[in-house]
């Protein structure tokens, strides 16, 4: 072991009548570091740096007649000046390299996808309305559950650009990094809506993809952006817009209400308010004339786009479902949840009803492949590849209804079981880790539920390995166990409706647009997440992922 040198004396040369007149410079004990040399005078001032200690050492040297006149003349306040600015330098290198990065993106990220401005790896977009008159696009921390940086130095991050009133509706393409976000006039306002187009990668809006002149009440996008379509309920229309022409076309539909599109663009399907009739969309070729029994074509001269009835027997369809293979339509009969006579699923080729198929003579072939009844209710749908989860509601013998999970085996067509879930009118079914499978819906305090004095909320989760369902959160009315963070309205067992949910891949959680709020959950048992630090000035409308690996995240 190298024992510590003793501090030491040195002169520094002083001649006073031919003498040396000898001063004192105290050093410390010596430490190993760089060594550097500054000549000065008579002198040669050495010096070692080892943070966080610091060594000089004063040594006498003799200067040659040939360098001591450009010796002496260095000034002394220059030669501290050296040292003070060359002892900041390593000082600011000794500080900056105890910095830490907290936002580590790799060399090569997934799909070649940007570092994002906000350097956020797993971005949640918040759709937010203040009062009706204003909107934002807030982006939130999913990772770590914050509206802020780590070291607090930006207090939020937000889609620059965008500044829509009501944006109640984001079409989540993480794939292709990018989404649509719409937005009608504040309600109850009836003026046109916008669609907006959000760059995941900049995190700013590109613009408005289309306009409308009533508010849409459903809006249906593919990946490709080809084409978006949408329903104006008010003027009776069936929008189309094509990008590759550049034109949007208005096809007349009255009453029509819901528009489901195949993420392959090939099949567009609309339903209408009380009809059991369903129709499709088809694409004409140059100079085509309209085929027979078509409901409208437009433009009137040299039509391009047509609606045309699908033949089948409906019982109020809302909605499509479209099989992971691209080969099935399962249309939702809502039934009587929705003034019809029976709940199911009837199942459509898809082959015969692409949009480029265009019949030639009546009647139209039909494209039913088989039908299933589903007591339990239909109105939203989603498979794993073997099952098909079906949710709805059930009339009761009392006039109310019952929220129900149906589970449908895709090989032979048949409901294999029913769970009861949360009341209300389902919209939202979504996988996410852990074996879990969460249902979301609204107007769930009016229900058989409410009525009994059980948990009447909004929100679902399904364990698709156990085969039960909790409604969360898991709460009773009127018990000492309360909602862990009540919305504004402080109601301590009801969040209200769900209008938004996206799946955190692989970090075991879901984020929700919760009554007007947002709200996070974990997968593995449900448990609600502090949302302290992710709520939203305003009122939360909808919320997705724009970090999935996949579109399935919402």
Known sequence: MRRPQRAREY???????????????????????????ILGGTQRLHFRVALPVLRLELLPLKASRLRRPFLFAAPRSFLAQCISGLLLAI?????????????????????????PPSKLANRVMVAVTQGGSAGSLQILDGSRDIRQNVENTIHSFSIKGFSAPYPNLILNF?????????????????AAGTLTTINYGTETTTGAMGSYTSIASSVAATADQQRIYSTQETTGQLLVL?????SQYALNLPNVYKVAVNQGDTLALAMVRNSDTLYRV???????????????????????????????????PVDAYFSLDGTTAYILNC??????TTAGLTLLQEAILTIYTIPT?????????????VPGGVTAA??????LYVAGQQLQPDGLYAGMLSTINQASNTVTATYSISDGYHTKLLFADDNTLWIGAQQCANGERAKLGLNYNCLTRFDTSALSAQLIPNVTPGGSTTVPFPNENNNQYYYGDLTGLCWVQNLHKVYTAYGGQVHAFHTVDGSEINNFYITVQGTALDVAYMDALTNSAD
Not at 93 to 109: D, E, H, V
Not at 242 to 246: A, P
Request: proline share 15%; glycine share 10%.
């Open 11 to 37: 002169p520094l040369g002083r001649v006073e009548n031919g003498r040396k007149i000898p001063a004192r410079a105290r050093t410390v004990a010596p430490v190993e570091g760089v060594r550097f040399a």
């Open 91 to 115: 000082a600011a290198i000794g500080l900056g390299s105890c910095a830490k990065n907290y936002y580590y993106f790799p060399t090569y990220n997934y799909a070649n996808r940007p570092v």
């Open 174 to 190: 993480p794939e292709q990094i990018h989404g649509y976000v719409y937005s009608p006039a504040a309600p109850p306002s009836t």
């Open 382 to 387: 989603l498979s794993d590849g073997t099952t």
């Open 361 to 373: 003579s009546l009647p139209y072939p039909s494209p039913v492949t088989a039908s299933v009844a």
């Open 335 to 340: 039934g009587p949840e929705c003034g019809g």
């Open 242 to 246: 094509d990008n590759s022409t550049g």
């Open 282 to 316: 088809i694409k004409l070729n140059a100079n085509q004339a309209p085929p027979p029994g078509y409901v409208d074509c437009q433009p009137l001269v040299l039509p391009v786009y047509c609606v045309i009835p699908v033949p089948g027997n409906y019982d109020r």
